[in-house]
């Protein structure tokens, strides 16, 4: 990488990398290690193709996507459950918001790996069907139903979230 390109590169990562952390974070349900290894790895592939990539933040969310499709994929095979407990912090904010974000967050960490990344990249990216499909390889049927389902297991594992899903849709 030349000396520009290097530049550019530090420029990139480090105006993105919080919103790109944030994506890990919701992507694996609030584990902050995964999610930091999920953004380490997306920003190692993009560097090694950063003067070929015309969009790079779309690029490395793609990566950070199909990474943990990639991941989640291996775990159902080896057999392994990834549990996520939120952090007890001390103090914490006890409003309304901050007692729906703690709610949203234990509902998400308890759908599967694949409903959790639909519901992520429907609503938190407001990407669209097709786009959706396309990022993850499958058929917009399938997203559409797998959205159904997520959101109607978010109603079932927590109640109170209902009229903030209504509101999202």
């Known amino acids: 990488m030349d000396p520009a390109d290097e530049r550019g590169f530090r420029e990139f990562v480090s105006a993105r ?3 790109l952390m944030r994506l890990g974070y919701l992507i694996t349900s609030g584990d902050q290690h995964a999610a930091e290894d999920l953004v380490q790895s997306a920003l190692a592939k ?3 193709r950063w003067g070929r990539v015309d969009a790079p933040e ?5 990566i950070m996507y199909r990474q943990h499709i990639s991941w989640w994929r291996t775990a159902v095979r080896r057999g392994e459950v990834v549990q996520a407990a939120p952090p007890e ?9 901050s007692e729906l974000r703690m709610v949203l967050r234990a509902a998400l960490a308890r759908l599967t790996p694949r409903q959790r990344t639909m519901i992520v990249l ?3 990216e407001d990407l669209p069907d097709h786009q959706v499909a396309r990022e993850l390889g499958c058929s917009v049927g399938t997203v559409r139903s797998t959205t159904h389902r997520s959101l109607a297991r978010l109603r079932e594992i927590a109640p109170e979230l209902a009229e903030e899903l209504e509101a999202a849709r």
């Open 122 to 124: 429907r609503y938190f």
């Open 58 to 62: 779309a690029y490395a969310r793609q």
């Open 46 to 48: 993009l560097a090694s």
């Open 17 to 19: 990398s919080p919103a």
């Open 89 to 97: 912090l001390p103090g914490a904010d006890r409003t309304h918001q």
